[in-house]
């Protein structure tokens, strides 16, 4: 801990303070020392007195306590003094060489690197209308780099030639491929391969892990590869691609999560599962990780703690192999595991423990888990102390040291009250787990997860054989695909039941709930856990109490909406269309009976549009309306159809921006759900909701841009008359006021493209709407709403509600028949 916590605190810090540091920890420790040598020493009778027969020796045992308490005091401090300068020493290499400065001036360089880790896609980000394009990370090592003349600095004289120096910087490369078959290329790439890039040098803004520089790659083509990677990344690149080539034919969820779960392969996992072990925190299933190394390690050599007695057990005593080869043997294994699946925090960390284990093994020493865990941890520290600001190490000796202190406590507490053994040992393994990693969940991700207990259980028995037949798999995939093939199909079963938990766990509505995030937040959330925990143990002796307790978590996690609505308000009673609370852009849902509603647009986000529709209580949806294909009104739509029956998906007549288009239509097809065109005038109906298309109007001249496009509906629900008109911008409000000469006063409004300063104010007149509801992301790069456009619609009388500072807006329907008035509601945010 002493080595960890200087490290962390010595990263990047410049100037004399942590050689200060180190010297005062290193004299302070040797100053330890010496007082434990003089205070521990006997204090018998000296040389050439006799020696009593009674008392041998004064021996004081508080003397002898103090004496190791202060070598243990001596021994942090000197931990402490080496995590620190090595630290600064890693820290000092990010700024050596010509790529800082570079960076600083924002200038170019072509640069030699080596390819460090995967390649790996970046999540596309939806800003407005499209989504940032997917750019491949790469993490690289700089070995030579080439300074251009126009990176001289101003009023230096000018090179006569190109400079070239030799380097280690760490970087991170960004490309933005041209096509597949580049992205390809790159995402192909295996580390230890050397590439030549030209790129432009920008400081690293992120922080964290060791970046001396970002590298934006100007070209937009393949990589140009120099150096081919060496024969052990070429061997373990041709087994991750033999187990991905004998996953082909299964399911998609068991395709794309089993090579992650063997080898750490995430390219095939998508936004809505990885998005679904997040929310039921089961990330550590997601790829890789100690656990996985666990299972091949006791696969080898049985339990631990009967490795070196003659019941061990495993598959080495009964090949005959005897202790010291065994150990070797464990050894190769680890070798192979972490170039296989990678050098990542958690298997660096249980790849170290493992080794450690073997070591006493081989020499017959005493083993010990959890000083095994910290010597563990010193050596990765002192090898690497940017593991130290690694929030995925930190989970992973969390989680390792709560399974090995917290959970043997809890499992003999459960079986005393009759517990079976094998249920006592998994609920201890997995509470004891949450509880020491949930405050750092908190600081990531500013929720805390009600599912997560329930969801690692069941996930839990289905990790062994998908391990195990992964690992089978991948070993005769080169030689034997068929059989490879044959071994992951039951792999491929227990991969997609973990798929599946995470899946309906994250589905249910109180799967998560917010919590201040930061460090504040998870501190905050370490504080009330063990008042909590010592709560739950006085409740264990009464039944009644305990009962009551799960039965109020399970209405926490079901949230029925007649209960969230008693509690919350929330959603109103008898409501007839909200605006859902999606960032910026649209999503709207309209009431048509009970547990279902129309919905027109899904908004920027599947999650927040899955989870609005949740909170109404919707389960069936017998149309989807996308008014228009940018992102940010249908790259929601996969949220709308998760677990839900969805009848169809309506679109408009013009197919822009074509790849928007067709992944609404890929979408669809993977959901069985039919995509068909909006006619101008259609009208439908269903139970006391009907709308009528108004726009685009029949026989006009068909609109060439996206917005002047939309799907516009005049819907009347409950006596309520609504217009939803998408984005139009002003020219097409007006050839709709021209088109539909007779639209009606309006009891809503949904403001057109978030309420932006292009209208037609003339249309605000003729509409007159009761409420203006607008759809926005809180602070919008965009400006959003426009207080012109806000003023406007207030002048006409009208009351505006925003989702960027109201939350969801839910419009009702007051009063009798002919006497109904609009009522807005909004949800908060």
């Known amino acids: ?288 990780s100690g656990a996985n190394f666990t299972i091949l390690l006791a696969l080898l050599i049985g339990p631990p703690h009967l490795a070196a007695r003659a019941e061990r057990r495993g598959l080495a005593p009964r090949l005959g192999i005897p202790l010291r080869a065994t150990a070797l043997l464990g050894g190769l294994l680890t070798l192979g595991f972490v170039v296989v699946c990678r050098p990542e925090p958690s298997v660096l960390r249980a790849a170290v423990c493992g080794l450690i284990t073997l070591l006493a093994l081989g020499t017959g020493r005493r083993r010990s888990l959890l000083p095994a865990l910290a010597a563990a941890v010193l050596l990765l520290v002192l090898y690497d102390p940017w593991l130290s600001r690694e929030y995925g190490f930190l989970l992973s000796v969390l989680a390792t040291a709560a399974l090995l202190t917290l959970a043997p406590r809890w499992s003999a507490a459960l079986r005393a009250r009759r517990v079976p053994p094998r249920l006592a040992e998994a609920l201890a393994a997995a509470g004891a787990a949450q509880a020491v990693c949930a405050p750092v969940v908190a600081v990531l991700a500013a929720r805390v997860s009600l599912v997560a207990i329930p969801c690692n259980l069941l996930a839990e028995f289905a990790v062994a054989p998908a391990t195990v037949l992964g690992f089978a798999a991948l070993a005769v995939a080169l030689p034997a695909m068929p059989v490879a093939e044959l071994l992951a199909t039951p792999a491929g079963w227990a991969a997609e039941w973990i798929a599946a938990v995470a899946r309906t766990g994250a589905a249910l509505p109180g799967a998560t709930y917010g919590w201040p995030g930061g460090w504040y937040g998870g501190l905050a959330l370490a504080a009330v856990t063990p008042p909590l925990l010592l709560g739950l143990r006085r409740l264990a002796r009464r039944r009644w109490l305990c009962a009551a307790c799960v039965l109020l978590v399970l209405l926490a996690v079901l949230r029925p909406v007649p209960l969230t609505r008693v509690l919350t308000g929330w959603p109103p009673a008898g409501w007839r269309l909200v605006a859902c609370d999606v960032g910026q852009g649209d999503a709207l849902a309209l009431a048509a009976g009970d547990g279902a509603a129309v919905v027109v647009d899904t908004g920027p986000d599947p999650a927040l549009a899955d989870r609005c529709l949740r909170d109404l209580g919707v389960s069936r949806v017998p149309l989807v309306v996308l008014t228009h294909f940018h992102d940010d009104h249908v790259a929601g739509l996969a949220g709308v159809l998760r677990g839900r029956a969805v009848g169809a998906i309506q679109v408009g007549g013009l197919d822009e921006p074509p790849g928007q288009a067709a992944a609404v239509r890929r979408t669809a097809a993977a959901a069985g759900v039919p995509v068909i065109r909006a006619r101008p005038g259609e009208r439908r109906r269903v139970g006391g909701l009907s709308w009528q298309v108004v726009w685009p109007a029949a026989g006009a001249p068909p609109p060439a841009e996206p917005n002047d496009a939309s799907v516009t509906l005049l819907v009347e629900t409950a006596g309520l008359t609504v217009l939803l008109p998408g984005d139009l911008e002003p020219p097409a409000q007006r050839a709709l006021l021209t088109a539909v000469p007779r639209l009606p006063r309006l009891d809503a409004l949904k403001v057109p493209h978030h309420g932006s300063a292009y209208q037609d104010h003339e249309l605000l007149r003729r509409l007159r709407p009761r409420f203006a509801l607008v759809s926005a992301g809180a602070g919008n790069p965009y400006g959003h709403p426009s207080p012109r456009t806000v003023a406007a619609l207030r002048a006409q009388g009208a009351a505006v509600l925003r989702t960027d500072l109201h939350g969801p807006l839910a419009l009702t329907a007051e009063g009798e028949a002919e006497d109904r008035t609009p009522a807005a509601t909004p949800g908060g945010r």
């Open 1 to 288: 801990m002493a080595a960890w916590a200087a490290a962390a605190w010595a990263l990047g810090r410049e100037g004399a303070a942590v050689p200060a540091v180190c010297g005062l920890a290193t004299a302070a420790a040797l100053a330890l020392l010496a007082a434990a040598r003089l205070g521990g020493r006997w204090h018998g009778p000296r040389r050439g007195h006799r020696v009593a027969a009674v008392r041998p020796a004064t021996f004081c045992p508080a003397a002898a306590a103090r004496s190791r308490v202060l070598v243990a005091g001596a021994a942090a401090l000197l931990c402490a003094a080496a995590g620190a300068g090595v630290a600064a020493l890693h820290g000092a290499d990010l700024h050596r060489g010509p790529l800082p400065a570079v960076a600083e001036r924002y200038g170019q360089a072509t640069v030699e690197m080596e390819v460090t880790s995967d390649p790996r896609l970046t999540r596309p980000q939806v800003s407005g209308p499209a989504a940032t394009p997917a750019a491949v990370l790469v993490r690289a090592g700089a070995r030579h780099v080439t300074t251009r003349r126009a990176d001289t600095p101003a009023g230096a004289p000018k090179s006569p030639a190109p400079q070239t120096a030799r380097v280690r910087t760490p970087v991170l490369v960004l490309v933005q491929p041209r096509d597949a078959a580049a992205r390809r290329a790159w995402l192909r790439l295996l580390p230890s391969t050397r590439v030549r890039v030209d790129a432009r040098v920008s400081p690293d803004s992120g922080g964290g892990r060791a970046v001396g520089a970002v590298l934006r790659v100007a070209g937009d083509g393949p990589p140009d590869v120099v150096g081919g990677p060496s024969a052990p990344q070429r061997a373990a690149g041709a087994l991750r691609g033999g187990l991905r080539e004998a996953t082909d034919g299964l399911t998609a969820d068991a395709r794309a999560l089993l090579p992650g779960l063997v080898v750490g392969d995430t390219s095939r996992i998508p936004a809505e599962l990885q998005d679904a072990f997040h929310a039921t925190d089961l990330t550590h299933l997601l790829a890789v």
